[in-house]
């Protein structure tokens, strides 16, 4: 850890707050210092230096501070718009701390948006962005500034904000030209990934489609998001009315699923099968899909919820005899949508609802 090579009553007072120490506790118990000592140093900041003597007191205490404690102190130092003298002064280049520091941070945000606490997780995220911005960033800053970017634009997808300057087709693109300048083929693919889902939930179906088909061979990306390509190749033919072929193709992708031991995938492509089966029309198969799909599925966030419970209520509005079931299902699933900020969920069930509603109240 760089030392300070001159304490200010800045230095001291950060020092102070990393260590979650009072004033009192502080100056008597840390330090050996009078209270009205530290006081003055936290009242007139940069404007006053420590004696010698003290200034090695201080080096001590840093020094004997926990490794989370430092980290907290450098924090606290960059939030306030200084940073300790003697340390790296440029600000677009992070140190050696601060890199750790933001890959935790970006593995915390990947946990915050799988319980769509979407608010914290942007925040999170956009407290690396402005650190640091993306001009004269080394490798490893530029890469961590691109993750950032694709979390960003995650989070942004599924609040439903999907054009636009501030919006996921925007954070995603960004953070493709920066794994194109590293050089990073397995990233760019996953982003272009993201940008074709973007552009089915947007209503471009067939661009999408056929994108999802190149990718779906792609051999930059994971067996895995492979089969995801294919599955979305279903999805989006499915959205423009081709029923039969897209339940053959989900069907496929299922089966990769199934091989690559992805539980979850699997599930979700029989809930994507269901739909399908009903768009062409058969109802039983819908309904076995479906069942499969609730049976087995993860429901532990709002998303899974709501994704599932759509398709279920979508199905149950197909025959008259669950019309009712469907439309309170639908009901309680919009509520769940909006308390959890799902916008574009929550566009998509209105949207059945109003389909089901001009319909006459048929079965749709």
Same mark, same amino acid.
């Given at each position: 850890?760089? @030392?300070?090579?001159?304490?200010?009553?800045?230095?001291?007072?950060?020092?102070?707050?990393?260590?979650?120490?009072?004033?009192?506790? &502080?100056?008597?118990?840390?330090?050996?210092?009078?209270?009205?000592?530290?006081?003055?140093?936290?009242?007139?900041?940069?404007?006053?230096?420590?004696?010698?003597?003290?200034? @090695? #007191?201080?080096?001590?205490?840093?020094?004997? @501070?926990?490794?989370?404690?430092?980290?907290? &102190?450098?924090?606290?130092?960059?939030? *306030?718009?200084?940073?300790?003298? $003697?340390?790296?002064?440029?600000?677009?280049?992070?140190?050696?701390?601060?890199?750790?520091?933001?890959?935790?941070?970006?593995?915390?945000?990947?946990?915050?948006?799988?319980?769509?606490?979407? $608010?914290?997780?942007?925040?999170?995220?956009?407290?690396?962005?402005?650190? &640091?911005?993306?001009?004269?960033?080394?490798?490893?800053?530029?890469?961590?500034? @691109?993750?950032?970017?694709?979390?960003? $634009?995650?989070?942004?997808?599924?609040? $439903?904000?999907?054009?636009?300057?501030?919006?996921?087709?925007?954070?995603?693109?960004?953070?493709?030209? =920066? %794994?194109?300048?590293?050089?990073?083929?397995?990233?760019?693919? /996953?982003?272009?990934?993201?940008?074709?889902?973007?552009?089915?939930?947007?209503?471009?179906?067939?661009?999408?489609?056929?994108?999802?088909?190149?990718?779906?061979?792609?051999?930059?990306?994971?067996?895995?998001?492979?089969?995801?390509?294919?599955?979305?190749?279903?999805?989006?033919?499915?959205?423009?009315?081709?029923?039969?072929?897209?339940?053959?193709?989900?069907?496929?992708?299922?089966?990769? &699923?199934?091989?690559?031991?992805?539980?979850?995938?699997?599930?979700?492509? /029989?809930?994507?099968?269901?739909?399908?089966?009903?768009?062409?029309?058969?109802?039983?198969?819908?309904?076995? %899909?479906?069942? #499969?799909?609730?049976?087995?599925?993860?429901?532990?966030?709002? =998303?899974?919820?709501?994704?599932?419970? *759509?398709?279920?209520?979508?199905?149950?509005?197909?025959?008259? /005899?669950?019309?009712?079931?469907?439309?309170?299902?639908?009901?309680?699933?919009?509520?769940?949508?909006?308390?959890?900020?799902?916008?574009?969920?929550?566009?998509?069930?209105?949207?059945?609802? /109003?389909? %089901?509603?001009?319909?006459?109240?048929?079965?749709?």
């Amino acid at each position: 850890m760089p @030392a300070v090579r001159l304490w200010t009553g800045r230095e001291a007072r950060a020092l102070r707050r990393a260590l979650r120490l009072s004033v009192r506790a &502080f100056a008597q118990d840390e330090l050996g210092v009078a209270v009205r000592t530290v006081s003055n140093w936290e009242k007139l900041r940069e404007a006053t230096v420590p004696r010698p003597d003290t200034q @090695a #007191i201080l080096d001590t205490a840093l020094e004997r @501070a926990s490794a989370a404690q430092q980290m907290r &102190f450098h924090l606290l130092l960059a939030e *306030t718009g200084a940073l300790a003298p $003697g340390q790296n002064t440029q600000p677009h280049v992070p140190r050696a701390w601060e890199y750790e520091t933001w890959s935790d941070d970006l593995e915390r945000t990947v946990v915050l948006l799988s319980r769509q606490n979407f $608010g914290a997780a942007t925040a999170l995220i956009n407290r690396w962005l402005s650190r &640091f911005p993306a001009e004269r960033l080394d490798p490893k800053a530029l890469y961590l500034h @691109a993750r950032s970017l694709v979390l960003l $634009g995650d989070t942004q997808r599924d609040q $439903g904000t999907l054009v636009g300057p501030l919006s996921a087709s925007s954070s995603y693109r960004q953070a493709l030209g =920066m %794994f194109g300048e590293l050089d990073i083929p397995r990233r760019v693919a /996953q982003i272009e990934l993201s940008l074709a889902v973007v552009a089915e939930m947007t209503g471009n179906l067939q661009p999408a489609a056929r994108r999802y088909e190149e990718l779906a061979t792609d051999q930059r990306l994971s067996g895995r998001d492979r089969a995801r390509s294919r599955l979305w190749v279903g999805t989006a033919l499915s959205k423009h009315g081709d029923h039969d072929y897209a339940a053959r193709v989900m069907a496929e992708a299922t089966r990769e &699923f199934e091989d690559l031991g992805e539980a979850e995938d699997w599930s979700v492509a /029989q809930q994507k099968l269901a739909l399908a089966y009903r768009g062409a029309g058969n109802l039983g198969q819908a309904l076995h %899909f479906i069942d #499969i799909a609730r049976s087995s599925g993860a429901d532990d966030t709002p =998303m899974q919820r709501v994704r599932l419970s *759509t398709a279920h209520a979508h199905i149950l509005l197909t025959d008259k /005899q669950t019309c009712d079931h469907g439309l309170a299902l639908l009901d309680q699933t919009a509520q769940l949508a909006l308390a959890s900020g799902l916008s574009h969920q929550l566009r998509s069930i209105q949207t059945i609802r /109003q389909d %089901f509603e001009r319909s006459g109240g048929r079965s749709i």
